[in-house]
């Protein structure tokens, strides 16, 4: 379903120029997680976020439960970038159980 | 960081063969996941796992079996493998917060 929905679903960027990436939760997420899928198929975590804001290099992703929704903001765009963001919230009850959004696919190009 | 590690990497069987895909995490993680991946659908959860015995059961588990047998390890079977469980499956653990995934099984039934 649409518990979390990703936008846009595919984004294309030249190098050097800055984006946002979006989730929007219906449900009541107590954390949210991004990964990146790379064009290999590997996954890997950019963030763990509680309720804040956190910042990693050239990325930043700040998550707001109240408002429901969390973003993932790229900065200086580079062609390792390239791959397909996920999203993913923690549903309350303490299950640990995620839900994925369906991603958004990033093209970088020089 | 993380590993988790899967086998095997590629499978394929036919239609009513019996399939069984491993998982090993060597970190000392309590939760361990199986989900699959799909266009359109982003990655479901299959079946979790909160430890050595316990088994719970995710969003998708129709035609699923797992099995937990010691912390490390974690098992995926399909018992009647069906075309529609042609997928990308992933292993993934947690210590109930940053999720860490595998390098991903692909599976093809025919």
């Known amino acids: 379903g649409d518990k979390v929905k990703q936008s846009p679903s595919a984004l294309s960027l030249q190098e050097g120029t800055n984006s946002a990436l979006r989730c929007n939760f219906s449900i009541a997420a107590t954390t949210v997680q991004w990964f990146l899928q790379n064009p290999r198929g590997s996954l890997m975590n950019l963030f763990y976020l509680v309720p804040g804001t956190k910042e990693n290099g050239r990325l930043k992703s700040a998550f707001d439960s109240k408002e429901s929704y969390s973003t993932l903001h790229i900065r200086d765009a580079q062609l390792e970038d390239s791959g397909t963001y996920f999203c993913?919230?923690?549903?309350?009850?303490?299950?640990?159980?995620?839900?994925f959004g369906e991603g958004t696919k990033l093209t970088v190009s020089s | 960081e993380a590993a988790v590690t899967q086998s095997p990497r590629n499978k394929v069987t036919v239609t009513g063969g019996n399939v069984t895909l491993s998982c090993r995490q060597t970190?000392?993680?309590?939760?361990m996941y199986w989900y699959r991946q799909d266009t359109g659908h982003g990655l479901r959860l299959i079946h979790y796992s909160y430890g050595a015995g316990n088994l719970q059961i995710g969003d998708v588990p129709d035609g699923y079996k797992a099995t937990r047998t010691t912390q490390e390890d974690f098992f995926l079977l399909l018992e009647l493998a069906s075309p529609s469980q042609t997928s990308l499956y992933f292993c993934?653990?947690?210590?109930?917060?940053?999720?860490?995934f595998g390098p991903g099984t692909r599976l093809l039934v025919l």
């Open positions: 993934a653990s947690s210590d109930r917060d940053t999720q860490y």
């Open positions: 993913a919230a923690e549903a309350p009850g303490g299950s640990a159980k995620l839900i």
């Open positions: 970190n000392s993680h309590n939760y």
